[in-house]
């Protein structure tokens, strides 16, 4: 059953007015390099930093596959949405909070208590993301999901633009931790006028796909890996450009460390992100109708390549701004590409439990921010990069064989 053109557009706009808003929210308390540079300066090492990103990164998709099967038997997914929105907004506002009546003397709180509400802020993501990609797919008709996914970007690009100037300035204005409250606090207040996107949207068509526990979520993987041969492949590059993901923290920690990079600096690294992604989203957007998502993720492993290696090789603090550039189009690529290409080899009827299946795919993004910080504090942030290179360069053999047709 397709959906209705007229409600389809409206939900092609209620979707965009989330994104618009959620795009003003994030640069106030962004995974790349606001939460990173807060750890660091609360006392954090390449270890707590690591950590972090396991957590929002490979950790929190991880979990989906538990929720997969709670979610996928919901015969609507709109409150599923609303109820992990809600979470990562109270977590915001609760960092925010403690931030601000905590002074810098009591780091070792910060710490702990920052790892709990970030892990409450991922886990909430994670789950709304399983019903995301499920009502996608049923509330905006095929033949405007990837003009969808590409306008979204254009538009959080042009918000991110004006939050990043924003966000500067905030981090400037006081010193730590209440920079990074008021920060927060911010980030909160929009990710609550961006949630009024999903109480607009029309869920037209019902899910009738059923699934009662994680065991047999387990055994409807295993027969769909049987039977679809592009959700192996699919698994495998999870695995492997997942990673790219996760890099641009470790460079935050990096400026710190060898540079001794300041809040304006984060501020700077943040703009030279969002310039990245709008850039890159713009393009794709200019060119969507003409190339094809295979193309898009071999474009955006090399661009994940190049990224590493300017890093060992840059010696100044203002030319270190151009990674984040190329990490700003790594990540807009990647999130253009990653819904698009689980749309195309899932059914009409799985989506929400191959979103589920993608969580399962996040193991070794997951495990590589660990890894990577005991690498860093062990043997050196070069051992780091070259490993991370080694794995990603593997991910151009499982693009090959996923051979999206659109």
């Known amino acids: 059953m397709s959906v209705p053109e007229k409600i389809s557009m409206h939900n092609f706009h209620a979707f965009l007015w989330h994104a618009g808003f959620?795009?003003?929210?994030?640069?106030?308390?962004?995974?790349?390099?606001?939460?990173?540079?807060?750890?660091?300066?609360?006392?954090?090492?390449?270890?707590?930093?690591?950590?972090?990103?396991?957590?929002?990164?490979?950790?929190?998709?991880?979990?989906?596959?538990?929720?997969?099967?709670?979610?996928?038997?919901?015969?609507?997914k709109k409150k599923i949405i609303l109820t992990g929105i809600n979470a990562r907004l109270?977590?915001?506002?609760?960092?925010?909070?403690?931030?601000?009546?905590?002074?810098?003397?009591?780091?070792?709180?910060?710490?702990?208590?920052?790892?709990?509400f970030i892990t409450i802020f991922s886990l909430g993501g994670a789950y709304a993301n399983v019903g995301y990609v499920d009502i996608v797919g049923k509330a905006i008709s095929?033949?405007?999901?990837?003009?969808?996914?590409?306008?979204?970007?254009?538009?959080?690009?042009?918000?991110?633009?004006?939050?990043?100037?924003?966000?500067?300035?905030?981090?400037?204005?006081?010193?730590?931790?209440?920079?990074?409250?008021?920060?927060?606090?911010?980030?909160?207040?929009?990710?609550?006028?961006?949630?009024?996107?999903f109480w607009s949207i029309k869920e037209h068509i019902a899910s009738d796909f059923k699934i009662g526990t994680v065991k047999q979520f387990f055994q409807i993987l295993r027969a769909e890996i049987r039977q679809n041969k592009k959700l192996k492949y699919f698994l495998g590059f999870i695995n492997?450009?997942?990673?790219?993901?996760?890099?641009?923290?470790?460079?935050?920690?990096?400026?710190?460390?060898?540079?001794?990079?300041?809040?304006?600096?984060?501020g700077s690294f943040l703009i030279s992100k969002v310039i990245g992604v709008v850039f890159i989203s713009l393009l794709?957007?200019?060119?969507?109708r003409r190339i094809r998502y295979n193309s898009i993720l071999i474009v955006n492993v090399l661009f994940s390549l190049v990224m590493a290696i300017l890093v060992l090789v840059i010696q100044d603090l203002s030319v270190l701004r151009f990674v984040f550039i190329l990490g700003g189009m790594v990540f807009s690529l990647y999130s253009i590409s990653m819904n698009g290409v689980l749309l195309e080899i899932s059914g009409t009827q799985k989506r929400s439990i191959y979103a589920g299946f993608a969580g399962a795919g996040n193991i070794l993004p997951a495990l590589f921010p660990l890894f990577g910080g005991w690498l860093i504090e062990h043997f050196g942030f070069r051992a780091f990069v070259m490993v991370y290179i080694l794995i990603l360069s593997a991910a151009l053999y499982f693009i090959k064989k996923i051979k999206c047709q659109k």
């Open 142 to 197: 095929k033949d405007k999901r990837k003009r969808f996914f590409s306008s979204r970007q254009i538009i959080s690009g042009t918000a991110v633009i004006i939050s990043a100037f924003l966000a500067k300035q905030v981090l400037t204005l006081k010193a730590f931790p209440v920079n990074y409250a008021y920060s927060f606090f911010i980030g909160g207040i929009l990710l609550l006028v961006a949630s009024g996107g």
């Open 22 to 76: 959620l795009a003003l929210a994030q640069n106030f308390m962004d995974v790349d390099t606001i939460i990173p540079a807060m750890l660091v300066e609360s006392g954090g090492t390449a270890f707590h930093v690591g950590l972090m990103t396991a957590i929002m990164t490979g950790g929190s998709s991880f979990t989906q596959i538990f929720f997969a099967p709670h979610i996928s038997s919901k015969t609507y």
């Open 240 to 266: 492997t450009q997942g990673i790219a993901i996760s890099f641009m923290p470790f460079i935050v920690l990096y400026s710190k460390q060898n540079f001794n990079a300041q809040a304006t600096d984060t």
């Open 90 to 116: 109270l977590s915001l506002i609760a960092l925010g909070i403690m931030l601000y009546t905590l002074n810098h003397e009591q780091n070792s709180i910060v710490l702990y208590l920052a790892f709990i």
């Open 284 to 288: 794709v957007l200019l060119v969507s």
